[in-house]
């Protein structure tokens, strides 16, 4: 729901655009490559070389390490939305690269404080917003909860690798979360054997 609100609501995708996703296979990554692909975007996977093949499945058109210098040359006339899951901070790529009216969507980083590039922002009419979650509204949810159902069914949307936790490990899971990206990996906590 996270990928689908970022990308929709707060990237206002459209047919055609270029989109870049940084962190595209990570769990949320992979949810947005997967979606803008469906959307019609062309999509830009920034990844580690040992994810492209994973990348392509999911509908990318190009897979890149994020410091390729060869990003400028297949974003044509820029990014048309661009989605930080890294919280890398690095608001001036991102501007750079950004088309005209060019959307940045943070996702991420919330203790970063990277420079704005205001200049260049302004003069390319471009924006960038910051997206949580927790304060989208209830028609917002809905409307991800039933395009999420949809591509959950088709089997479009699914985890690369899940782990399985009973309720007790709570903290060790949320230990693991913040203390280094789990790369893929979703967990899930149950109450039961499984």
Known sequence: MTAYLALHVHGQV???ETVVVAGAAGNVGSALTVLAARAGARVIAL???RDEDYCRTLGAAEVLDFTDDRLRARCGRGADVWLDTWGSGDLGRAVDLLAFRGRVVLLAGAADRPVLPAGPL?????????????????????????????????????PRRVESL??????EAHRRVESAPLHGTRIVLHTGNL
Request: glycine share 12%.
């Open 122 to 158: 302004y003069m390319k009419d471009g924006s960038v917003r910051g997206f949580v979650i927790s304060r989208a509204g209830t028609a917002e949810l809905a409307a991800a909860a039933t395009a999420v159902n949809n591509l959950l069914a088709g089997g479009r949307l699914r």
């Open 47 to 49: 990844a580690r070389p």
């Open 14 to 16: 459209r047919p055609g």
């Open 166 to 171: 009973p309720l007790s490990a709570t903290d």
